[in-house]
């Protein structure tokens, strides 16, 4: 592939965007625009109502959990499902899923009967639904945009997360504390339309990338990746830094309301500050030459997270704790788009599915059991800061291991 021109070319900065050249893609990337940010919004206002109604770090931590379960336990065969089925068609079925449920959250909510036991079995359901969503909708970009603007695509991918991650929480955190929980969840419900209705414009060659129908699928994608050393280094050491080093995301609300003591509001600005830092992170990914030093890049973020995050803990003052966590965002995006994007140089397109649900499960899967094994050691002893600093020190350790076994890493 070409080297990109300079930076400061026009036309260099017309190819940070190259991927919305494609029609689908665009219509992609308007839907997941609109649709992301009420899932944001609905992410900080779950969080919020159930610390009002149990009070408790460990339901905290159980309900993100309650949400990964079922990427650990389907996230495998999601991924061969990916391969054998029109992915368009598998994400017009979750995305309306996800609709319903979110729906449903919403009237509860209005109808004042909600109760933490609603909110787990929706998280529990929502997390079948994103176990099939997640590979499936990493594995249709190169049906959209095809594999000379792949990598553009993924970056522009973490930039719509990260952009909806920086509005959506900064407006739940105001509208839930202005008028509660329940808005927030129907905005949620209202914005599925916005990318269902993306995927039923898009005009798709549907005889392309439909897998084999034959057994041993999943065994042939494990073997692949135990067989593939540069690959099973990347999912370790991204396992790695989403057990032990993202164990903070389910218990910010503990941080904005007993740490900090900032409320819902503040709550909205702590997401919203770390959205914004993985917001500077995908741009930038965005706009990478194709001699740019990938590998050395992501061994620098996903060594400097864990240190950052050691430091968000043990601040009290609100503008350092926006600078830290924006700096974690920046961060943890900037590992995981690299580990995504390096894996994908890598994978053939026939095992793509499969190796990016692998992926999805150490992001999807881990994160949230880390931060309920984080919330129920707080509750023991009390100090929700040490718990996740200790916890990053863990994952630090891990992932020096990795770079100290696998060097050749840094030269990808």
């Not at 594999?147 to 920086?166: H, K, M, V, Y």
Request: charged fraction near 10%; include cysteine; hydrophobic fraction near 55%.
């Amino acid at each position: 592939m070409r080297s990109s021109p300079a930076l400061s070319s026009p036309h260099h900065r017309a190819a940070i965007f190259r991927a919305l050249r494609h029609r689908n893609y665009r219509l992609f990337f308007i839907g997941q625009l609109i649709s992301l940010t009420g899932t944001w919004m609905q992410s900080v206002a779950q969080g919020w109502l159930v610390l009002r109604l149990s009070d408790s770090p460990f339901l905290l931590g159980a309900t993100a959990a309650a949400n990964s379960l079922p990427v650990l336990l389907f996230s495998l065969f999601a991924g061969t499902v990916a391969d054998r089925f029109p992915k368009r068609r598998i994400l017009l079925v979750t995305q309306s899923t996800a609709m319903v449920l979110a729906a449903i959250l919403a009237f509860l909510t209005f109808s004042g009967v909600v109760q933490i036991w609603h909110v787990m079995i929706l998280a529990l359901l929502l997390g079948i639904v994103n176990a099939f969503d997640a590979p499936a909708r990493q594995a249709f970009t190169v049906e959209m945009v095809g594999r000379e603007d792949l990598l553009n695509a993924i970056a522009l991918n973490s930039s719509i997360f990260n952009g909806a991650r920086t509005v959506g929480p900064a407006l739940a955190g105001m509208v839930v504390a202005w008028i509660g929980e329940g808005p927030t969840f129907l905005f949620n419900t209202l914005s599925f339309g916005a990318v269902l209705t993306s995927l039923l414009l898009m005009r798709l060659d549907t005889q392309l990338h439909r897998g084999p129908h034959r057994g041993g699928m999943l065994r042939a994608g494990l073997a692949y990746i135990a067989g593939e050393p540069h690959v099973r280094a990347l999912l370790l050491r991204a396992g790695a830094v989403s057990f032990f080093c993202f164990v903070h995301i389910p218990l910010l609300p503990i941080f904005a309301r007993d740490i900090l003591q900032i409320g819902a509001t503040g709550l909205g600005w702590l997401s919203a500050a770390s959205g914004c830092g993985s917001l500077v992170a995908a741009l930038i990914l965005a706009q990478l030459r194709d001699d740019a030093p990938r590998g050395k890049l992501l061994s620098i973020a996903a060594t400097i997270y864990a240190p950052l995050l050691m430091m968000f803990t043990q601040v009290r003052s609100l503008p350092l704790a926006l600078l830290f966590i924006s700096l974690c965002g920046w961060a943890g995006v900037t590992t995981m788009a690299l580990t995504n994007t390096l894996i994908q140089l890598t994978v053939p397109d026939e095992l793509r599915g499969r190796v990016m649900s692998v992926f999805t499960l150490l992001l999807m899967g881990l994160s949230p059991l880390g931060g309920m094994l984080a919330g129920s050691i707080a509750e023991l002893v009390g100090s929700v800061p040490t718990v996740v600093a200790g916890s990053a020190v863990i994952g630090w350790l891990l992932v020096l291991l990795v770079e100290w076994q696998t060097p050749q890493l840094r030269r990808l």
